[in-house]
Each structure stands twice: as C-alpha cells, then as structure tokens.
C-alpha cells in the first residue's frame, strides 16, 4: 500500500481518496451544496511545504489538520455559522509515497469531524513541492464580523493565550530556550498541542454570540491571530482607521509562561496561534470574559490614524509587528 | 515596477492586487457572496508550472485566462447558471518579478469580464514553482447535470471541434506535423487561440438548456473534454455504468483538419478542448445541433458494463485514451 503516486496513478489515486469524500466532485466535475438561502463565507489558504511546514515537525495528518485549522479559524474570524465543506487542491512530487497523500487527508478527516464540514471536492497534481490549498465554504451566522468595525472606546480581547504554537515549535526543533527554569511538563505539552493540533478560534465565536448584552448593538470587529497577535492588532487598526493601546501587564500569556522580552515576543508576534482578536464594546468585552475564561481583554482602541502603542505612550515598533514573511 | 515578489512584500503585493478585486477578502479574513437562495456548485482546479503550463508556450496573461476557462468549463458541464465567484490560491518564488503576478491577474480580469464572475479572494505565497489554485463557485441552473445520467439510447453530443489546443501547442513549440499539404492560415490562427485564450462551453451550456424540446424530459448527462475527447467519453461510461460507440467518420474535427491516424489522435486525446460531452435522447441531440451549429453528434450510447468502441465494433483500446498524467 506505500507505492508512489506515480506508480498508483491519477484515476486509482481519486479512488483510493473516495473514502474521504461522501459527497462531491470525484464522479462529477463539480460539487453541490445548498446554503439553504443564506449568505456565505468563502476563504481559501495555500499551505506550502518548507514555508508554512516541514517534514521535519509537522507528520502528513499534522499538515492535513493544520489546513483546516487555518481555513475555519479565517471563517470564524468572520463568524461562520455552518462549515458546508472545503476542497482540497494538492500538489506532490510524483514520487510521494500513498502513506503522505492518506495521512493529510485523514488529518483533514479527523478536523472536520471535530469542527464541522465535509470534503466536497478538489484537484491533484504532481510539482516540485508539496502544496495544499484549501478552499472552506461556510454560511454567515447572526453577526459578520469585520475587519473594519473597531471603533473608539472598543476594548481589545484575545480569546485564548498566544506564543504556544511558537514555542511548540521551538521545542519540536530542539531550539535553545531563553530561560533558565526548566518549563512545566504541562506548558510544554500544549505548545507541542498547540503547534501540531492548533483549533480555530468556533467555540469563542458561539460564546460571544452568545453573551451579547442585549443593550449592547451588534456591532463587532474580528479577525484572527494566524500570523501573530501584533498583526492581527494591526490589521484591525488599518481597515477600522483606529488606534491601539495594548496593555504589556495583560498579555494573553498561557499559564505559567516565562518572564522575559523574548517570551513576550513570541505571545506577540510568535503566529499560527488562531485566536480571535476582537474590537467590542466594554460591556460586550466583559461579558465574554466572563462566559469564555481563556479569553482576555488586552486593551482599548483610540481614534486616529493607524498605530499600535502601549498603555505607558511608547509606540510599538513596526519592526516587532511581524509581518509573515510569505514571501 | 519590475521588483521581485521578496522586493515588494506581502502587503505591498496585497494592496497591488486590490485593483483586481472589487469585493473581497483583501480588506478581510474571508469574501461574502449570496447565492440569493439558490444551490450553489464549486470546482477547485490547480495549475502547475511545467505541468499544466510553461513560460516557453504560455505568457502570464494566457495562464491566468486559462486557469479561469478550466474552472469554469467545469462549472459549465454541471450546469451553472450564474458565476458567483472565484478564489486564487497562487504560489511563485520569491524572486519571480511583478509583471508575472500582474500578467496572471490581468489574464484572470479578461476571461472573468468575459465570462462572468469576480475575484472574490485567494492567498498567496512563495515556493519553489509556480501553481495557480482557483476555486470557482457558481449557482445551479435549471438542470444539475451529472456525469452519471447516461443512458441506453442517448446520443453523444460533442459541442465543438477538438484538437485545436494540442494542434496549438505543436505550432508554438514548432513540432513537426505530420501533413505534406500546408495547414490554411486560419486553422492555424484557430488552434493557437484555441490552445492560448480556450473558452469554457458556457454559450453551448446556454443553448441545451433553450433547445431542449417540450416532450423531451429534463434528462442529460455532462462533463467537459479537459482531459481530451476519449477521456471524456470514458468518463461518462463509467459514472454511468453503460458503453458508447463512437463513430470514426463523424469526429468532431475543425474544418480543414488534415486526415490521419494522428490527426484523429490529436482530437481524440489531444486534451484541453473545454467542450461539453453531452449524452441526451436523440430528439434534444438533433435540436440542439440545429440551435448550436459547432456542436456534432460523435455517436451513441448502449448499455453494458463500460467499454469504448467504434461503430464497427472494434474496441477503443484503453492505452488510446489518454489518461492525463499529472502523475
């Protein structure tokens, strides 16, 4: 069963992938579903080996589980009712034993079985290097979230801890840490959790549907922490033309995380943390805190043209925004 | 403007790109689209550098129109009725220069202005080749067609002439052709435009629908000849469990298409022809061969366990149906 895809070939290699598909485009040229008269959401990622995974860390149903994590947490970010299904193009060197193919794609199964949607359809094709792009459908719930609603007097509120993807992976290299007490067994399994398994951000979204004070309008700006925290902040404070305070004493840190300006670069800039970052009014703000522990207000947003600071004045570099070097 | 990607910078190359997305997922973790109620069908196809195009035969501009016209001959061969939208997944090294990412986008606007649809979204990212990932969505018309509604009795209907790409493709490369007789000028023209700027069969789609004669039930099965003509054939013999007899005299060549073993080759596997391979009772075949005169009926169909044969009841050997190898 590990022959390479050149020796399966292309009408034996979509066979063997009917399994993961219930319904869709395999015996058709195309998939159908029905939105059942809603709007919806469409967001396609490409993930690329040696850019955003490496053999090294990440195993084939590692790779398969973090496209779909990617793709949902954008959807949630702007908040996704139902996951109707994603396609799968995937790209390897015709020389990619079976085993890689059906581990990405029992990765992707097990996802979706945990956080809703199905495969409907996709392409493959032999390249150079190993490539997933996935396109995630969803239906729009009760509120779209925008990039571009944050306004004055909004708090800012992470739903769950940042850096520990980061320093999973960290750990996974064998990288030097910058501490000099040993980390907690506890932390270091869920930055390896969080590296390999990481979960869009869909239970904080149903919670902060949830918890809207009814006097509050339903007004919210969302997006997501996948390329860092700081960049999510700053992606706000762009397309809503604000400000952000964030205040360094109230960083989303997981329990029991290191002090130290290193540490606190990765929980701001480390990535791949799939959290998300809001811009909701103060009652709103508390309301989720309350009903949702892991997520932590992180500070305000002020009129004025883009920039990011903290709550003591002094601007928060550029230079540390980690722009996700894709390129 | 000629920086390289790596020059330029994810943000810089995002904010290029609005231009070409008049909605969307630029300014936004995810794009909206409203099906307004209706069903809706999505088709992922990947493009591969040196698979499924070469900068030696096709310019920026050509693989982005191209990689519109595979996606959407799909949504074609199932039915569309509206382009909704489209996601571009795209992936180039880091040195590759701008001009290549504006001659792709500009290539995607033509064939979008031309046949319907926005870019909605999409993702980009560097890696060792160049792969164009579009994700085309579209909403069902009146009749969802399927690969698997053949049936004894049908007629099989090509929509248009075949060849003309891989005829294309030969003239580009300047490959030896097999005639003694000059090619007339026009053939030629119509096969490099065939193989550069291919349209998806929607005009063909939009004629079956209004041909199909009242008494004629609403019946029909499809799926477009991308992987060449046999290929599709088979393609229906298989979802639909039955055979088909085609009938050599009646191929759908271009006119003036020299005589040959591997001229019939060339329309037979040739590939790349985006037309609709149509089985349909034999009443809706003949009206819509009157309604749509590029279309042509190329045989029939019986029942049986699937097998290809000529109407003299010689078998179509499997190694003349080209299985594209993108393996």
Redesign the interface.
């Known amino acids: 069963m590990n022959e390479s895809?050149?020796q399966?070939?292309?009408?034996e290699?979509l066979n063997r992938l009917k399994r993961f598909m219930p319904i869709g485009?395999i015996?058709?040229?195309?998939?159908?579903?029905?939105?059942q008269?809603k709007?919806?959401?469409?967001?396609?990622?490409?993930?690329?080996e040696d850019?955003?995974f490496s053999d090294q860390t990440t195993s084939p149903e590692d790779a398969g589980w973090r496209a779909i994590t990617t793709n949902l947490s954008?959807?949630a970010?702007?908040g996704?009712e139902e996951i109707l299904?994603i396609?799968?193009?995937?790209?390897a060197p015709?020389n990619t034993p079976w085993s890689w193919v059906e581990g990405v794609y029992t990765g992707i199964d097990k996802a979706l079985t945990k956080f809703g949607g199905k495969v409907?359809?996709?392409?493959?094709?032999?390249?150079?290097?190993k490539?997933l792009?996935i396109?995630a459908?969803g239906t729009?719930g009760k509120l779209?979230l925008?990039?571009?609603e944050a306004m004055d007097g909004d708090l800012l509120v992470a739903s769950g801890p940042h850096g520990l993807s980061r320093l999973g992976l960290a750990l996974l290299k064998k990288e030097p840490l910058m501490t000099n007490k040993p980390l907690s067994e506890r932390l270091k399994a869920a930055a390896i959790e969080a590296h390999k398994r990481p979960k869009p951000p869909l239970e904080a979204l149903t919670e902060l549907m949830a918890c809207k004070p009814t006097k509050v309008p339903w007004r919210a700006a969302?997006?997501?922490s996948s390329d860092g925290l700081l960049n999510a902040v700053e992606n706000l404070c762009i397309?809503s033309q604000c400000q952000a305070e964030l205040d360094l004493a109230s960083l989303p840190r997981e329990k029991n995380w290191p002090l130290g300006s290193n540490w606190d670069e990765w929980c701001l800039s480390g990535g791949e943390d799939f959290e998300l970052i809001l811009s909701i009014p103060p009652l709103w703000a508390k309301a989720l805190i309350k009903a949702f522990p892991s997520s932590k207000i992180i500070g305000l947003i002020k009129s004025g043209p883009p920039k990011l600071s903290w709550n003591d004045g002094q601007e928060i570099k550029q230079s540390k925004i980690n722009?996700?070097?894709?390129?």
Chains 1, 2 share one sequence.
């Open positions: 895809l050149n399966i070939g292309e009408r290699i485009q015996e058709d040229d195309t998939a159908q579903i029905s939105p008269g709007n919806i959401l469409v967001n396609t990622d490409v993930l690329v850019v955003h954008d959807l970010s702007s996704v299904g396609t799968v193009g995937m790209i015709a409907i359809g996709g392409d493959c094709s032999s390249g150079n290097q490539v792009a396109t459908i729009v779209r925008h990039r571009s969302a997006t997501d397309s722009e996700f070097k894709h390129f």
